[in-house]
Nanobody
Framework: QLQLVESGGGLVQPGGSLRLSCSASGSPLDYYTIGWFRQAPGKEREGVSCISSSGGSTYYRNSVKDRFTISRDNAKNTVYLQIDTLKPEDTAIYYC?????????????????WGQGTQVTVSS
C-alpha cells in the first residue's frame, strides 16, 4: 500500500518560491504516477500537475504551467513540485496523490492514494 507524506509548505510573500516534497513509502514509487492537487478554502480540489511513473511525461494545469515544475527521484522515493513567482491565489492546501501505472491526468478520480496535505499561504 502506497503511503504519501507532503512537506515544504509554509508562509511566503508574493513573488517567492517554494519546493514541495511528496515522500513515498510502502511500495516502490516507480510503479506510480504522482499528481499534485490543491484545495483553496471554499473551492473544489483541483489538479495542478502530474508526472508519469517513469518521469517521461508531465502535465500541468494551464494556469500554472509557466511557474510550476514537477520532478521525481525514484531512488529517493520522492516527487517534487517547484513553485515559483507565487501569487496569493496559489494559497491552498497542496496534496500529492498516486495512481498505479503510467497514466498522467489531472482528474482526482483515478488517484486512490493520498497524502494529508501541506498548507501553502502566499501573503505579504
Amino acid at each position: 500500500q502506497l503511503q504519501l507524506v507532503e512537506s515544504g509548505g509554509g508562509l511566503v510573500q508574493p513573488g517567492g518560491s517554494l519546493r514541495l516534497s511528496c515522500s513515498a513509502s510502502g511500495s516502490p514509487l516507480d510503479y506510480y504516477t504522482i499528481g499534485w492537487f490543491r484545495q483553496a478554502p471554499g473551492k473544489e480540489r483541483e489538479g495542478v500537475s502530474c508526472i508519469s511513473s517513469s518521469g517521461g511525461s508531465t502535465y500541468y494545469r494551464n494556469s500554472v504551467k509557466d511557474r510550476f515544475t514537477i520532478s521525481r527521484d525514484n531512488a529517493k522515493n520522492t516527487v517534487y513540485l517547484q513553485i515559483d513567482t507565487l501569487k496569493p491565489e496559489d494559497t491552498a492546501i497542496y496534496y500529492c496523490a498516486g495512481l498505479l501505472g503510467s497514466l498522467c491526468v489531472l482528474s482526482r478520480t483515478p488517484f486512490n492514494f493520498w497524502g494529508q496535505g501541506t498548507q501553502v499561504t502566499v501573503s505579504s
